[in-house]
C-alpha cells in the first residue's frame, strides 16, 4: 500500500498554519496601512481634551459662620447638532420649561452640523435644577414614543444636552451687600469682584484657573490636577446686627426725609466692624440691576467711599487733642460771647447766641463753635495739625474693602489753606471725611488712646486651614488718661442734657453733629448732615457707633435725628451682644 | 599486519559511535511529537505572556476608567455639597427665619422690655471656627502606586533584582 504524502493532520495543520500567517499579516497590514496612519492621527487630535480646571469661588461667612455668600448648582442646556432630529420639539420645551424664547432657540437648534466647525450650540444658561428635572423627564417620554427619534412626526429631544456648573448666590439678597460687593456671574469666562469684599478680595476668592490637557485613553497614566477651591472669608460682620442696624438705618432714612444714611458699628477694643449698612442697597443675586439703584454716580458704601464735611462730631478729636496737649482740662473756663474771630474771619455758634461762662464739658454740650475754635487757637496751627495727623485725618484707613475714598487735609502752607480753617475746622467745618475715618479716630478716644485698624476679615479658610487676622494698632494719638477724661466729659454732657441718645440702664459717651452742606460755594442752613458718634458702656467700651444722615427734612439737626437712632441702635446691640446693664455687669464682676 | 575483516570491526564501533548514541532511529511519529511539543511550549508561552499581558491592561484601563469616572462623581460631588450649603443658608437666612418665627407665634419685642438674666457657666457664642489652624495638616495627597506605573518589563526585573540582591547581597 502506498502511503500518502500529506495525511488529513497535515492538511489541517497547514490550513491552521495558514490562517494564523493570515492573521499576522492582518495584524501588521492594520498596524501600518495608510488608513492606521489616518487614525494615529485622529488619535493624536482627539485623544486628548483641553479641560479647563475652575475653583469652586470662595464662601463669605458672617462672624458666626452663616452664610453670605455661596454657590448653587445650575446648567447649561445646548444642543449637539448631529443628533438634533427635531428642533421645533427643542424650542417648544425650552420655552414652556425655561421660559426661552421660542423663535430664538428654533433658529439656534435648526443650525445645520457642519464637523468641525457647528457641532455644539448653548441655548439657555443658568437654569435651575428643578427645570431640568422638567426637561429629563420629557426627553425620556418623547424616547419612549419614539426611540431614536426615527419617526419625523412624533417629538424627540434627541441632541437636547445639559452640563452642570456653579453659580454665585448670597443668601441674604441685599443683607450687608454694601460691604459684600457682589460677582458678576454671568460672564463665566471673565467674572471678577466687584466691590466689597468680593473686590478687595478677589485673588483670594477665586482661586486658581487652569487649562489641562486630558487624555482620553484610558491607558494614559495621568493625574488629572484637581484645583482647590479659592479661600473662604470670614468676616467680621454680625449677620443679626447687621439685619437689626439697616432695618433701623431704613427707618430712620424714611422717618427723616433723608436722602440717605449709614452706620457704621465697631468694636473699638479691635477695630472689628460688626455692621456697616449705608443706603442705597442692592439685591446682590440681581446684580444687574446696579445702575438702577446706583444711578447718577451714587456711591456703592458711603460709609467709606464719601466724604462729607462731618461738623460738631469733630468737635471730639479737637477736644481730645487740646486735653492731651495740656491747653485745657474738663472745668478750664471759657467766656462765650457768641463770636471769636479767627484769621479774620467771624465764627459764630449753631445758634448765633452767646453761653457766657462755660466749661469745657459745657462747651461740648452745647456744641459750641466759638468756644472750640478759641481751644483750637489756644493750640495753634501747627499742634492742632499734628494732633489731626495722628488721627489720621486726610488718610486712609485702608479698610480692607474696595472703594475707600479721602479728602486731602489742608494743613499750613498749603495754598488752599487759610489762618480761618483753624477755627472752622475744629468743630468740624473745612475738613471732610468719610464715615470710617471718623470711626477710626473715635476708636481711639474709645480704646484708651489706642487707634485700631478698622477691618472687616475675621478670618480666611485656604487649604483647609483657617487663618485668623490680628488687630492692628495703627496709632496712639492720645494717652490713655486723655480718652478717659474725654469719655467721662461727653458721657457728662450727654446725661446733663437729658440726649435722646441715652439708653436706660447703659452709660453711653458721644457727640452729636450737625454740618452745613456748602452748595454752590455757599453754606445752606437748610441742608446738613446729621451725625452722631458714641460708645458705651463708657467704663467697659464694646461697641462704637456712627450715625450719618444725609439732608434730613423732619429736623436739620444731628441731636433730633442722629441721636436717637444712636440709642435705637445701642438698644439692639445690647442685647444681640449679651451685654448686661452696668450695674448688673459691675455687680458681676464684683466691682 | 592485519587483515581487512579485522579493519571493518575495528573501524564499526568508532563510526556508529559518531554517527548516534542510539542503536535505533527515533519512530518519525515521536519526532513529529516532539517537534510539535516544542512547538506548543512556545505557543503556550507566548499565549500565556499575551494573556497576562491583556489581562494587566485591561485592568489599566479599567482603573484609568474608573479614575476618570471617580473624577467626575468626585467634582459632582463637590458640586452639589456647594449646592446643598446654599440651599440650607437660604432656607436659614436671617428674613426667612424671621418670617417662620412669626409663622409659628413668636413676636418681636422691644429691646428696653429685655431682662438680662446671668446663666451660670454660660460663656456666650464662639466666633466660627470652620476649619482647623495652620499647622495641623488634614489633606491626603492623591498618590497612584508604583504597582500601576510599572510594565510587565519593570515589574520582572525588579523582582530578579531583588531576587539577586537577596542571594547575592546588597553593594555597600
Not at chain 1, 496737649?325 to 462765650?336: E, Y
Request: aromatic residues 10%; negative net charge.
Amino acid at each position: 500500500m502506498k502511503k500518502r504524502a500529506f495525511s488529513n493532520g497535515h492538511w489541517v495543520a497547514l490550513f491552521l498554519t495558514i490562517f494564523m500567517v493570515l492573521i499576522f499579516v492582518q495584524m501588521i497590514r492594520i498596524q501600518t496601512s495608510g488608513h492606521a496612519q489616518k487614525l494615529e492621527t485622529w488619535a493624536e487630535k482627539y485623544g486628548y481634551e483641553v479641560r479647563t480646571i475652575q475653583s469652586e469661588r470662595g464662601y463669605i461667612y458672617d462672624r458666626w459662620g452663616h452664610l453670605l455668600a455661596g454657590n448653587k448648582e445650575v446648567y447649561e442646556v445646548g444642543v449637539e447638532l448631529r443628533y438634533v432630529r427635531n428642533p421645533t420639539a427643542i424650542a417648544t420645551a425650552l420655552a414652556s420649561i425655561t421660559g426661552a424664547d421660542f423663535n430664538t432657540v428654533l433658529g439656534l437648534a435648526s443650525t445645520p452640523y457642519v464637523e468641525g466647525q457647528s457641532v455644539y450650540i448653548t441655548l439657555a444658561d443658568f437654569v435651575d435644577a428643578s427645570q431640568i428635572d422638567a426637561i429629563s423627564k420629557l426627553k425620556q417620554e418623547y424616547e419612549t414614543s419614539n426611540r431614536f427619534g426615527e419617526d419625523p412626526k412624533l417629538p424627540t429631544l434627541r441632541g437636547l444636552v445639559w452640563s452642570p456648573h456653579l453659580q454665585r448666590v448670597y443668601p441674604e439678597n441685599s443683607l450687608a451687600s454694601n460691604v459684600i460687593g457682589f460677582f458678576p456671574y454671568r460672564d463665566r469666562e471673565n467674572a471678577r469682584g466687584f466691590f466689597g469684599v468680593e473686590e478687595k478680595y478677589n485673588d483670594l476668592l477665586a482661586g486658581t484657573k487652569q487649562k489641562v490637557m486630558v487624555a482620553l485613553d484610558p491607558y494614559v497614566e495621568q493625574e488629572i490636577p484637581s484645583a482647590p477651591p479659592g479661600a473662604s472669608l470670614v468676616l467680621t460682620i454680625d449677620r443679626e446686627i447687621q439685619a437689626a442696624t439697616e432695618e433701623i438705618l431704613d427707618n430712620a432714612v424714611k422717618k427723616n426725609e433723608a436722602v440717605s444714611g449709614t452706620i457704621i458699628v465697631e468694636n473699638p477694643r479691635n477695630g472689628e466692624i460688626l455692621a456697616m449698612a449705608s443706603t442705597p442697597r442692592m439685591n446682590l443675586n440681581e446684580y444687574w440691576t446696579y445702575s438702577d439703584v446706583f444711578t447718577s454716580g451714587t456711591t456703592y458704601n458711603k460709609a467709606i467711599g464719601q466724604v462729607y464735611e462731618p461738623g460738631s462730631v469733630f468737635k471730639v478729636i479737637t477736644m481730645a487733642s487740646a486735653l492731651d496737649l495740656g491747653v485745657v482740662k474738663p472745668d478750664t473756663q471759657f467766656v462765650d460771647t457768641g463770636t471769636i474771630n479767627v484769621g479774620g474771619i467771624n465764627i459764630f455758634n449753631w445758634d448765633r447766641g452767646a453761653w457766657g461762662e462755660q466749661t469745657m464739658v459745657g462747651c461740648m454740650q452745647h456744641s459750641l463753635n466759638v468756644c472750640l475754635s478759641w481751644v483750637a487757637t489756644q493750640m495753634g496751627a501747627t499742634d492742632f495739625y499734628k494732633y489731626l495727623e495722628k488721627f489720621n485725618i486726610g488718610h486712609r484707613t485702608n479698610i480692607d474693602l474696595t472703594g475707600e475714598e479721602v479728602f486731602p487735609l489742608s494743613t499750613p502752607g498749603d495754598p488752599t489753606w487759610y489762618p480761618v480753617n483753624l477755627g472752622t475746622n475744629s468743630f468740624g467745618q473745612g475738613v471732610a471725611v468719610t464715615p470710617i475715618q471718623m470711626v477710626q479716630a473715635a476708636s481711639a478716644i474709645a480704646n484708651d488712646g489706642k487707634m485700631m485698624a478698622p477691618h472687616v476679615l475675621k478670618a480666611y479658610i485656604q487649604n483647609g486651614q483657617q487663618y485668623n487676622t490680628n488687630p492692628t494698632v495703627v496709632g496712639v494719638p492720645i494717652t490713655s488718661d486723655t480718652a478717659h477724661t474725654l469719655t467721662e466729659m461727653l458721657a457728662t454732657s450727654l446725661e446733663d442734657e437729658a440726649s435722646t441718645a441715652l439708653v436706660e440702664g447703659y452709660r453711653v459717651a458721644g457727640k452729636t453733629g450737625t454740618a452745613e452742606i456748602a452748595i454752590n460755594g455757599q453754606y445752606s442752613s437748610n441742608a446738613t448732615n446729621a451725625s452722631f458718634v458714641g460708645w458705651g458702656p463708657v467704663d467697659d467700651p464694646q461697641f462704637l457707633v456712627y450715625v450719618w444722615l444725609e439732608k434730613p427734612k423732619s429736623s436739620i439737626w444731628g441731636s433730633v435725628v442722629a441721636a436717637p437712632v444712636f440709642s435705637e441702635e445701642v438698644k439692639q446691640l445690647v442685647v444681640l451682644m449679651n451685654i448686661p446693664p452696668d450695674a448688673l455687669r459691675k455687680s458681676i464682676s464684683g466691682q | 599486519m592485519t587483515t581487512r575483516n579485522e579493519n571493518r570491526a575495528s573501524r564499526k564501533p568508532t563510526k556508529m559511535k559518531l554517527m548516534s548514541p542510539q542503536a535505533f532511529r527515533q519512530a518519525p511519529w515521536r519526532v513529529q511529537i516532539q517537534y510539535v511539543g516544542v512547538f506548543m511550549l512556545a505557543l503556550v508561552s507566548i499565549l500565556v505572556i499575551a494573556g497576562i499581558y491583556l489581562s494587566i491592561s485591561g485592568q489599566a484601563a479599567a482603573a484609568g476608567l474608573a479614575s476618570y469616572a471617580n473624577d467626575q462623581k468626585r467634582q459632582d460631588l463637590e458640586r452639589q455639597i456647594a449646592d446643598r450649603k446654599a440651599r440650607l443658608a437660604l432656607m436659614t437666612s436671617a428674613n426667612v427665619m424671621e418670617a417662620r418665627a412669626k409663622e409659628l407665634g413668636f413676636e418681636r419685642i422691644d429691646p428696653a422690655n429685655a431682662v438680662y438674666i446671668e446663666m451660670p457657666g454660660y460663656t456666650g457664642k464662639f466666633a466660627a471656627v470652620l476649619a482647623p489652624p495652620p499647622g495641623i495638616s488634614t489633606t491626603v495627597e492623591p498618590v497612584i502606586k508604583s504597582t500601576y506605573r510599572q510594565s510587565l518589563w519593570d515589574w520582572l526585573f525588579r523582582g530578579i533584582n531583588q531576587l539577586s540582591a537577596s542571594v547575592g547581597g546588597s553593594n555597600p
